[in-house]
């Protein structure tokens, strides 16, 4: 990913268990991509082949509707 992105939902899990992804996109020839959801409770967003990000904190809640947004700038 060479340019800045915002990707956001309404989420309601039913189970905060292991890696869960809300939204992800990639092309396979290059590798290029990300993916945003939960592992567990915490929020991530990864830029494939380049960097993984996790919250520090627990921010899902199994069966209540939340925003959830990951912001890159670059």
């Known amino acids: 990913l060479t340019n800045n992105l915002t990707v956001s939902a309404w989420v309601k899990p039913s189970v905060l268990l292991g890696p869960q992804r809300v939204l992800s996109h990639s092309r396979t020839i290059s590798g290029d991509g990300f993916g945003f959801g939960f592992d567990d ?26 925003h959830i947004a990951a912001v890159m700038d670059r």
């Open 41 to 66: 409770a915490k929020l991530f967003f990864t830029t494939y082949t380049v960097r993984d990000y996790t919250s520090a904190n627990n921010v899902g809640v199994v069966g209540r509707w939340q």
